[in-house]
């Protein structure tokens, strides 16, 4: 509610779920009024700290954009991957919400390579279709490998799905 407020009509409701890893979402309905259940681990729980809010925040909001794809028809397994690129894209490259702190720059890199882990289970033609969005982590991606203080390595060139 505090931090995505226009988007509250979007979960029909939030449990926990002490064996989830962090976050998932389940679809409730279909078409533009299909909501989320938001099941919430206790990994989750534990790591919302002063240290980690900023991601925790993020994370919320990455639940928040499947519900967005399931309301335009974005369902199934065989977009599941598509859904994830598109998430953990707009998590890689959406800024901190005032108030939370900031996310590490290592955490930052492996939701970049997330995201492109994804990409690389897309088929061509669908992979195409985000271009600009493959440039526009590609272009992050060493900035803050940088910035990690991590050994450099390179990105993603195989299917990695996540979730």
């Not at 809010?53 to 990455?62: D, I, S, T, Y």
């Not at 490998?145 to 195989?158: L, N």
């Amino acid at each position: 509610r505090t931090y995505y407020p226009s988007e509250i009509g979007k979960v029909s409701a939030v449990v926990y779920v002490e064996a989830v890893p962090g976050l998932n979402t389940t679809r409730v309905g279909t078409g533009p009024a299909a909501t989320g259940v938001i099941s919430v681990g206790r990994y989750f729980t534990e790591h919302t700290t002063d240290q980690f809010f900023a991601r925790r925040v993020l994370q919320v909001g990455h639940e928040l954009r499947h519900v967005n794809q399931w309301r335009t028809g974005m369902i199934g397994p065989a977009r599941k991957a598509e859904r994830e690129f598109l998430a953990h894209c707009w998590t890689a490259l959406t800024p901190e919400k005032p108030g939370t702190g900031c996310m590490y720059h290592a955490t930052r890199l492996d939701i970049i390579d997330a995201a492109l882990g994804n990409l690389n289970c897309l088929s061509a033609p669908v992979r195409a279709k985000y271009a600009r969005e493959e440039s526009a982590l590609m272009a992050l991606r060493p900035r803050e490998q940088a910035a990690s203080g991590r050994p450099a390595t390179s990105p993603p060139t195989t299917c990695m799905p996540s979730h």
